[in-house]
């Protein structure tokens, strides 16, 4: 069996597992991160987009507020490449409660996070489509997120430093020597073969997953609480600001507008599996009436696509109480395997949000360091990671002004998102493998409003030439790709998606009969 051998090794590969492994990297640690599927399989990939002001959490959990606030202006500084600087409000709908308004605004003070009234006439004037009912705004730094862009600028800022990324390395086993971690069992999920790695410390940042980890080193009594939540995504930008409702926090109460579309969430609902979190017609529903609230029209509007993501919310089961998810703090908490169960060599990450992941990892890293007697100090709260020369946030207009630059020099080949052949083979050779799914990741292919009825053909045809596939291979990956775009779209099936399912049905059915293509050949 292969060993590898490293100082550290990261479970995970979520923004957190991979903030971990590049502040690693910076302090001068050897690491290898493992992640069972691709960067961002898990909830980082199923989030909702938000780079919070930390307004949300001002009266509820004011800590979680401060860390917000003082996460949201590091981020803006070290990586605002990967933000659009949408700003956010939170406004007072009919249905909400006036009396929450002052506290609201107390509390901002109280936690920092910067706060400004605006009139509703010019909360209007900004944002049209707005529910006119509204009877107060205020504005506050919020930001939206392009989270792939995020974890790729840390995976390659990590990898620039010397850190190792293994992707589709699933951890079957963490190994123990007596009461000490010494590294895992991997199985490379393509090719099933099993790898040892030898490693003097193991750090879990496995999200929702963390438990099922924990079991398989023997400490069975670690709760995580997976909070599902689900949000949908609507085909345009009905809102250009963030808009979150002035109220405590409840559901589809946030409409996030990120790159071309507007995004509504969401639920948070007690779910058993991690893997299994399947989308009710009662969520879709719910999401469409929440956001009808904040604008008029919006169960008219076409939406595109809908998932759900589990929220990492750890409970000690020792203390025996299950709380309801919304009750669980936001916050993190590193878990201290040496105290708690006797084990050394193995922390875990709990809890926590994307907009912390920058102090998560530098607080797991430094109770590692606490642990093994070394200080080095951190570095990311002041290096930048790589993409991000011009040091200016992202616009809605980017894409399109440089697709404009090149506009007769190559063939578009995703519409909707404006990718050409040039980049997406580019791409395709990074990545080395046939996964059209991952390359969605990457690039956004398929994400716009055909949902891939358009791209999806011609990427495959390149995808068979660039990676030399035989037709077997590419039809699979085809069909890999549509099953998993259709499980987000069967459930908002209406107007005008419908009839954009309906005619990409045809394409892919009547014209190509993708069930059948490449059978015997
Ligand atoms: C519905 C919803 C909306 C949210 N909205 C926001 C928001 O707007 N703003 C915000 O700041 N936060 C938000 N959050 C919280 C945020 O998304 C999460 O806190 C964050 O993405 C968690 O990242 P992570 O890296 O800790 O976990 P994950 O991204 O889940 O990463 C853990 C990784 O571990 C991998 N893994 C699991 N088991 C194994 C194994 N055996 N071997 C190898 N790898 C394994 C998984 O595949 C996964 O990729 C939201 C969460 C949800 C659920």
């Not at 020597?177 to 099933?192: I, K, M, P, Q, T």
């Not at 879990?204 to 670690?222: C, E, F, K, M, P």
């Not at 791409?427 to 969605?440: F, P, T, W």
Request: hydrophobic residues 40%; glycine residues 10%; proline residues 4%.
């Amino acid at each position: 069996m292969r060993t590898v051998s490293t100082d550290v090794l990261v479970i995970g590969g979520g923004a957190t597992g991979v903030g971990v492994l590049r502040d690693l990297a910076l302090r001068g640690i050897r690491a290898v991160l493992v992640e069972k599927g691709d960067l961002t399989h898990g909830t980082t990939g199923r989030y909702h987009g938000l780079l919070h002001s930390g307004g949300r959490y001002v009266v509820k959990d004011p800590q979680s507020a401060t860390e917000c606030a003082h996460e949201n202006e590091i981020l803006r500084r070290i990586m605002p490449h990967c933000l659009e600087d949408t700003g956010g409000f939170f406004v007072v709908t009919p249905a909400d409660d006036e009396s929450y308004a002052p506290r609201f605004v107390q509390g901002c003070r109280d936690t920092g996070v910067p706060v400004n009234e605006i009139t509703v006439r010019e909360a209007l004037r900004r944002e049209p489509l707005l529910n006119p009912r509204i009877k107060r705004a205020f504005v506050v730094p919020d930001a939206s997120v392009d989270v792939w862009k995020l974890v790729w600028a840390l995976a390659g800022g990590a990898a620039a430093h010397g850190a190792r990324v293994l992707t589709y390395h699933r951890v079957i086993g963490v190994r123990r020597e007596g009461d000490e971690v010494c590294g895992a069992r991997l199985r490379n999920e393509l090719s099933g073969e099993e790898i040892d790695v030898e490693a003097g410390f193991v750090l879990n940042a496995s999200g929702a997953w963390a438990a099922q980890i924990l079991h398989t080193a023997d400490i069975t009594d670690v709760g995580v609480v997976p909070g599902k939540g689900i949000m949908i995504a609507m085909n345009h930008r009905l809102v250009n600001t963030v808009i979150n409702r002035l109220a405590m926090p409840g559901d589809g109460d946030i409409l996030v507008p990120i790159r071309t579309v507007s995004v509504i969430g969401t639920t948070d609902i007690h779910a058993h599996d991690p893997d299994e979190i399947p989308v009710t017609q009662h969520e879709v529903d719910q999401m469409m009436d929440d956001g009808e609230r904040l604008v008029p029209g919006f169960r008219e509007a076409r939406a595109l696509r809908v998932w759900a993501g589990v929220r990492p919310l750890f409970q000690d089961a020792r203390a025996g109480e299950v709380k309801e998810t919304r009750d669980v703090s936001r916050t993190h908490a590193v878990v201290d395997h040496r105290a708690r169960d006797g084990v050394s060599g193995l922390l875990t990450m709990s809890g926590g949000k994307l907009t912390t992941f920058r102090m998560m990892a530098q607080d797991l890293v430094d109770a590692m360091e606490k642990q093994t007697g070394d200080q080095r100090p951190c570095q990311t709260q002041r290096v930048r990671p790589p993409g991000n020369e011009d040091a200016t946030s992202y616009r809605l207009g980017s894409r399109l002004a440089r697709r404009e630059e090149t506009l007769q020099d190559e063939p578009l080949i995703c519409e909707c998102e404006l990718i050409g052949r040039r980049r997406l083979e580019e791409e395709m050779r990074r990545r080395g493998n046939a996964s059209l799914d991952d390359i969605r990741r990457s690039l956004r292919l398929g994400m716009g409003p055909c949902q891939g009825g358009f791209c999806m053909y011609r990427a495959t045809g390149i995808l068979h030439e660039v990676e030399r596939l035989d037709a077997e291979q590419a039809a699979t990956s085809l069909l890999d790709f549509l099953e998993e775009r259709w499980k987000g779209v069967y459930p908002i099936l209406y107007g005008d998606q419908l009839r954009q399912a309906r005619f990409d049905d045809w394409v892919f059915q009547g014209l190509l009969d993708v069930e059948h293509l490449g059978a015997g050949t």
